[in-house]
């Protein structure tokens, strides 16, 4: 990736570092995100549908389970002026009475869009989480951080880490995230099978794929 000195790079995990994380690999599609599995056997576990809607009822990104949008909608995610509503779960199965979780993911300052937060968790287990970007000299996302803590809290422990991959698709990148992450279930997730996310692992997804798609957007002006 060509360093750009108007904005320093902030810290690239390193190859000693990847046994504390596991990376997820972005391939930008036209209207869509493929994510990848790392390694040499890699193969879509997610299919990320991006819709530019301004309907009420329609949602601007959708995660699916698998390698396209007929998966199983594991989550969801709508713009607004200052940031996103992200649902997990299948809204459409809410009148079927299952559960969705909302949260917001917000920006503190109307007209900046390098911090971004939300909060998570339930009672004593809830948490204020804080992405901060790194941009070049025109705008475009290089790298991002998910650390635990507010806006004022900027060494936190590292949640997840954004790294693009490309000059021209800012939709394409690795996405490396704590193995802690992965551990932390609640007592009603602990029969997840292998492979699935757990909830705060799929708003960690869904987060960083609505930062990533807003800038996209703000990209074509």
Do not use: C
């Amino acid at each position: 990736m060509e360093s750009d000195p108007s904005t320093p790079d902030l810290p690239v995990i390193s190859p000693f570092e990847k046994g504390s994380f596991y990376e997820l690999v972005s391939d930008g599609k036209l209207r869509a995100y493929e994510i990848k599995s790392f390694g040499p056997n890699t193969a879509t576990i997610y299919y990320i549908e991006s819709n530019e809607t301004l309907s009420k009822s329609k949602f601007d990104l959708l995660i699916h389970k698998g390698d396209s949008k007929g998966g199983e909608v594991l989550g969801v995610a709508k713009r607004h002026m200052r940031g996103f509503t992200i649902g997990l779960g299948d809204p459409a199965g809410e009148i079927e009475g299952k559960q969705i979780i909302w949260e917001k993911l917000e920006r503190p300052e109307k007209y900046s869009h390098k911090v971004y937060h939300f909060d998570f968790g339930k009672g004593e287990q809830r948490s204020t989480y804080t992405f901060r970007k790194a941009t070049g000299r025109t705008g475009r996302l290089k790298s991002m951080e998910l650390r635990v803590g507010g806006v004022d809290e900027e060494d936190g422990k590292l949640v997840a880490k954004w790294v693009g991959s490309s000059r021209w698709n800012m939709k394409n990148g690795s996405l490396f995230v704590a193995d802690t992450v992965k551990r932390e279930q609640d007592s009603k997730q602990n029969a997840l099978r292998e492979g699935d996310a757990n909830d705060l692992e799929m708003i960690v997804y869904l987060t960083t794929f609505a930062i990533i798609e807003s800038q996209v957007r703000r990209s074509k002006g």
